[in-house]
């Protein structure tokens, strides 16, 4: 079949952008399209037969029911006003999402609407219980609002500051309330019969204890030309698989072809990295074992390649079992119509390496100017600038973030922890990094790059702050003020690390006093033993009247003689004694003061 090929008119009124919701596509029909705003334009809406892959040039796609990478559950999607959530896919969203939260650990759950407002719980015992309880009516208080979990018509409900099942124009979100109900909820305004808008739950900060020494595989036959659907076995196993690796670490991945041939990873982050991916947007996870690694979304689910880029038919890596056709892959030869074979994906178990403690960031910094309804493209000075601070921040640690706007507006972040994981995330899918300054911080891929929004979600258009420099259009954010369409302005990126301390400085050594000190005597005392007055050291006699020479430690001072103690010497002035003052007895023999031999005793 050839690729078909659509063109969309997107209706943009107010000046508001569009925001585009692809519920299905199955077949070869795109069954459900949800477009909310809009000014005219005309965008490329391609579809590939081959991959049943929709791709929208401005990455207005919103993104849903994913588990990221690091654990976090989400639910997002569209409601019309007056129409039920169940009719554009919602309650089938909310349970899979239901399905992802339930046992697991969270640090936060905000829930939001795409009209800007939003309410966040911040105490991870109470955020894991809002999102993973599945019985009776429950109240909770947390971060100074009233939470309650609890059964709404056919499903659950979240609400806050409002009981199960009210109309008041408080906080709630119930996708499955009852078949052509439109009172699906709302936050911060009407929550039966609302305006049309996009409602999200974010459980952040997840895990499933992050289980090690783990084995999951995959492994199904394959036929040549024979399909791979999204109903069937091969993809049924598939997600089995995925569910086995959740919240685990790995050692090691093997894909693997009856056809003996293969591509092995074995470094631990990497292989967990994409062992855990949930299907969304294209991840690489970088170089192992001779190739670079991806995932994404590839027709009706994950797709885990190696060597080549997702929904490619070149001869090198890939396992696409719900692709919904036949081209599922291959390992070292064809991925599209390949022959016949078994495909397995193995996750080893293998205990990684204790990571190595980073580095004090420093500083890394993003500034750039950028002119309203002028583009920030993917090759464009702005863009290059902000790849060049993604890879100052890789593998540091920094105490806080700050996006900054010339307009005088700011959002920053204080918590080391949080600074640290929102800086040195890479593009990949949504990621929520919790509560910290006042708002919600996340990061994602919007257009061709990492995008950084506080306050509202990737890829979003409300009046919050966001810095998207690759997003490819004139979409390129803002902070507390418009993020679509937004006025011209400078925005900065600061990543903070500090700067580490430096070493403690020795005492510096006192020298040797060489100084004439002013004891009478003329020589001095240092740390215990005696100098004469030229520095030269002197040892004390062993008797009081030994002869003062050098060695004996004594010392003359005018014209005296004086022992090492600072005795003076007094020359005897008897007969039989010394003939003359100033001379001495030593050993039975008399000595003048200079040394010279008077005669016996």
């Known amino acids: 079949m050839l690729p078909m090929i659509f063109v969309l008119c997107l209706l943009r009124l107010n000046n508001a952008v569009p925001e585009v919701l692809i519920e299905q596509v199955a077949g070869d029909e795109i069954s459900a399209l949800r477009i909310d705003g809009g000014e005219i334009s005309t965008e490329a809406l391609v579809y590939k037969e081959m991959s049943k892959i929709v791709e929208i040039p401005e990455a207005l796609v919103t993104l849903h029911n994913e588990q990221t990478e690091d654990g976090t559950c989400s639910f997002s999607s569209h409601f019309n006003r007056g129409r039920d959530g169940q009719s554009v896919g919602a309650c089938s969203k909310w349970k899979t999402f239901?399905?992802?939260?339930?046992g697991k650990s969270f640090s936060s759950v905000t829930i939001r609407s795409s009209r800007g407002t939003s309410y966040t719980c911040n105490v991870p015992s109470v955020a894991a219980r809002i999102c993973g309880h599945t019985s009776t009516t429950q109240t909770y208080s947390c971060s100074g609002h009233t939470w309650r979990t609890g059964k709404c018509g056919g499903g659950w409900e979240i609400s806050v500051d409002q009981t199960i099942c009210n109309c008041l124009t408080k906080g709630s979100v119930r996708p499955c309330i009852n078949p052509r109900n439109p009172n699906w909820g709302g936050v911060k305004g009407k929550t039966c019969g609302g305006p049309s808008q996009s409602l999200y739950v974010v459980c952040g900060g997840g895990g499933g204890g992050g289980q090690s020494g783990s084995v999951c595989k995959f492994s199904a036959g394959f036929s040549t030309r024979v399909g791979s659907t999204t109903g069937g076995s091969q993809c049924r196993q598939w997600k089995s698989f995925e569910s086995c690796t959740t919240g685990k670490r790995f050692g090691e991945i093997t894909m693997k072809s009856s056809r003996g041939t293969s591509y092995v990873c074995k470094n631990p982050s990497i292989a967990t990295s994409l062992c855990t991916q949930k299907p969304s947007g294209t991840r690489s996870h970088g170089s192992c074992g001779g190739v670079t690694w991806y995932t994404g979304n590839c027709g009706g689910g994950l797709e885990i390649s190696a060597g080549q880029g997702i929904c490619a038919c070149g001869r090198a890596g890939s396992v696409r079992p719900c692709i919904g056709n036949y081209n599922w892959g291959g390992i070292k030869g064809k991925t599209c119509l390949a022959p016949s074979q078994t495909l397995s994906v193995t996750c080893g178990k293998g205990k990684p390496k204790a990571p190595t403690k980073a580095p004090r960031g420093g500083i890394c910094s993003f500034s750039a100017s950028f002119s309203t309804r002028v583009g920030s493209t993917k090759g464009g000075s702005?863009?290059?600038?902000?790849?060049?601070?993604?890879?100052?921040?890789?593998?540091?640690?920094?105490?806080?973030?700050?996006?900054?706007?010339?307009?005088?507006?700011?959002y920053v972040c204080k918590n080391p922890s949080i600074a640290t994981s929102i800086c040195t995330t890479k593009p990949s899918g949504t990621r929520s990094h919790g509560s910290c300054g006042g708002v919600t911080w996340y990061t994602g891929n919007c257009g061709g790059g990492l995008e950084i929004s506080a306050g509202q979600g990737i890829c979003a258009c409300g009046r919050a702050g966001s810095v998207r420099p690759c997003i490819g259009n004139y979409n390129w954010g803002g902070i507390k003020g418009k993020t679509c369409l937004a006025p011209s302005q400078t925005l900065s990126v600061i990543c903070n690390g500090g700067t580490p301390p430096t070493k403690k400085p020795t005492k510096k050594p006192t020298k040797k006093p060489t100084g004439k000190p002013t004891t009478k005597g003329g020589g001095y005392y240092y740390n215990g033993n005696y100098y004469y007055s030229n520095g030269t050291q002197g040892n004390a006699p062993t008797k009081k009247t030994a002869r003062p020479t050098t060695k004996g430690g004594g010392y003359y001072y005018n014209g005296n003689y004086y022992f090492s103690n600072g005795t003076k010497y007094v020359a005897p002035t008897k007969k039989g004694q010394a003939p003359t003052a100033g001379t001495y007895k030593y050993n039975g023999y008399y000595y003048f003061n200079n040394g010279s031999w008077v005669g016996y005793e």
């Open 98 to 102: 239901r399905s992802c939260a339930s």
């Open 382 to 410: 702005q863009c290059r600038q902000y790849e060049k601070f993604e890879s100052c921040t890789t593998g540091k640690k920094f105490l806080s973030i700050t996006l900054k706007s010339s307009r005088g507006t700011s």
